[in-house]
């Protein structure tokens, strides 16, 4: 056989070849933009041109800083084509953790959204790498003056850079694109993604076991873009040569539901707290799902009750899907096999409800503490590790990898079970984070800026059950002597230090904290006396 090598370059060309025709589709605040796969294909080279112009080569990186929209996939192509990566940054970390990502990763090139200008404008002069901004431009057709020297119009460079038409050949193993996800403490940490591991992924999610995009689809992709590539969706789709629908700069439930709804949505994947969103909104507007036939869940654990609102009153399949930014991302999907269908619906349902099976070309183990497999009774608990050609091997130049990646498998910090006919279901996590709303917030870094109140003497920060973020940052607190200090001083005092959403709406004031034997604060006693509720809910086998 040929030794051909696994890059995205297929998946531009075939697009480009096959589905010249097929709309791109990009809300914008006061309407909506529309390309085609030729059009995209054409820019995307004028873009490759322009960035090369501006200095960028092979192994060069270029961030973005954007909105889901058609020129975000621009950009991951064009750098990904020409041998750069593009590297997506999180618009909801704060401006420290910004600048240490794109200093570490060395962004030659950053390209950022006008609407998000106020974000990172302040940050622009703590990046140490960055020679070039490109600017898209707003709804208005202004682009905003970010005070940068080297500051271009995304929309001029493209329209006067002559294309990029040889290609450089590409070895499949470099890096295509980087993600950081966040660290238990500490900085974030680099994912790097060759080409072979976005090929191989992108086609693991056309399978019709797993999400099954097609031809035949329209996708929308409400995963941000900067969350490992929208979940490898838009590289899928664009293989396949499904329509694709963006939610363009800040986009609402109600965007949302007009955009499946006025423009044919077939397929849609976002987290658990924008599906909730949508299912209050259509309880109150009455309308339907039109066209959707799909929805992927995935990033923190679906609800039954919302998995089954959405397949009962809606007739929309819902699939629940599991996995992480080391794993490009998905790993499992929850569909049931054939001889369920006839199960009673709780059962069905608890299926469902699990993170599913394994997808092909990977390989799991559920090992307890001295690294034994756990038997796959459903009951017995251990951490997922992984391996696999779309699974990281490391985090990119960070010494915290020989933590994670041990003797060839990917340790998860999931704790999950495994049920006789396959299915994973996570039941806790050992990384000590809050997930809220799809996004990190570090229990640690909480804890230390609350205990540098003068009058509180400990502090922890516990993750507790929310219905719309599913998860949520709770302080246990110990007053120092003689402190009389309440909740508002407490969250007030380290305002400042985190964006917004990281602060905990609620404080329990309590006189010690339980202390594990090595000294470290029980989190799970902690979650036994807060959220108990919670764990006999998640901890159940009978969903
Ligand atoms: P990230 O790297 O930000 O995508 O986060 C990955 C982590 O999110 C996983 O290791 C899990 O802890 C959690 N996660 C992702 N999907 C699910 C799911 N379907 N159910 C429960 N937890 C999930």
């Not at 004028?46 to 080569?57: E, M, N, S, T, W």
């Not at 809606?314 to 929850?334: D, I, L, N, R």
């Not at 001295?370 to 985090?395: C, F, H, N, Q, T």
Request: net charge negative; hydrophobic share 40%; aromatic share 8%.
């Amino acid at each position: 056989m040929m030794d051909y090598p696994l890059t995205v370059r297929t998946i531009y060309q075939r697009a480009q070849a096959l589905f010249p025709g097929r709309q791109l589709v990009t809300r914008l605040p006061g309407g909506v933009r529309r390309t085609t796969y030729g059009e995209w294909a054409e820019r995307v080279a004028r873009l490759a041109g322009g960035l090369r112009d501006l200095g960028v080569g092979p192994g060069d990186r270029v961030a973005t800083f954007c909105w889901n929209h058609d020129r975000h996939l621009e950009v991951y192509f064009a750098a990904a084509l020409m041998g750069a990566s593009y590297h997506t940054l999180n618009i909801r970390l704060g401006g420290d953790q910004l600048a240490y990502i794109v200093n570490h990763a060395k962004d030659k090139v950053l390209v950022c959204d006008a609407e998000l200008a106020p974000a990172i404008g302040p940050v622009l002069p703590g990046l140490d790498t960055v020679e070039h901004v490109l600017v898209l431009d707003g709804d208005d057709g202004q682009r905003p003056d970010l005070g940068f020297g080297a500051e271009h119009g995304y929309e001029d460079l493209v329209e006067r850079s002559a294309p990029m038409t040889a290609w450089p050949e590409l070895d499949e193993r470099q890096t295509a694109g980087i993600c950081y996800t966040s660290a238990t403490t500490g900085n974030p940490k680099g994912v790097a993604y060759s080409h072979r591991a976005l090929y191989l992924h992108s086609l693991v999610v056309g399978l019709v076991d797993t999400a099954a995009i097609s031809e035949r689809d329209v996708l929308l992709p409400i995963v941000p873009m900067f969350h490992v590539n929208a979940w490898g969706m838009p590289f899928a789709a664009t293989w396949f040569g499904a329509g694709q629908v963006y939610g363009g700069p800040a986009p609402t439930p109600a965007d949302y539901l007009r955009l499946i709804r006025d423009e044919g949505v077939t397929v849609s994947a976002g987290v658990p707290t924008v599906w909730l969103g949508i299912l209050q909104l259509l309880e109150s507007d009455g309308g339907d799902l039109g066209p959707l036939q799909r929805i992927i869940c995935g990033g923190s654990a679906a609800p039954v009750s919302m998995i089954r609102a959405y397949e009962e009153r809606h007739g929309v399949e819902f699939v629940h899907a599991y996995g992480m930014t080391e794993a490009t991302p998905v790993t499992h999907f929850s569909r049931l096999k054939s001889g369920m269908d006839d199960l009673p619906v709780e059962a069905r349902y608890g299926y469902k409800a699990k993170q599913g099976l394994l997808v092909p070309g990977l390989e799991q183990r559920v090992v307890d503490a001295d690294g034994d497999e756990v038997p796959a009774d459903g009951k017995s608990m251990g951490e997922l590790r992984l391996r696999g050609p779309s699974i990281a091997s490391e985090y990119l130049d960070d010494p915290r990898s020989a933590q994670t990646f041990v003797d060839g498998w990917y340790h998860t910090g999931d704790v999950a079970t495994v049920d006789q006919a396959g299915y994973l279901h996570v039941v806790d996590r050992t990384k000590d984070l809050v997930k809220s709303g799809g996004e990190w917030i570090s229990s640690v870094e909480l804890e230390n800026a609350l205990m540098g109140h003068p009058e509180v003497a400990q502090a922890a920060v516990i993750a507790v059950p929310d219905e719309r973020w599913g998860e949520r940052p709770l302080a246990v607190v110990v007053r120092k002597p003689g402190s009389e200090v309440g909740e508002a001083e407490v969250v007030a005092s380290v305002a400042g230090k985190f964006p917004k959403w990281w602060l905990p709406e609620r404080v329990e004031f309590v006189d010690e904290i339980p202390m594990t034997a090595t000294g470290k604060f029980s989190k799970r006693l902690l979650r036994e006396r807060f959220v108990s509720r919670l764990h006999e809910e998640e901890g159940s086998d009978e969903r």
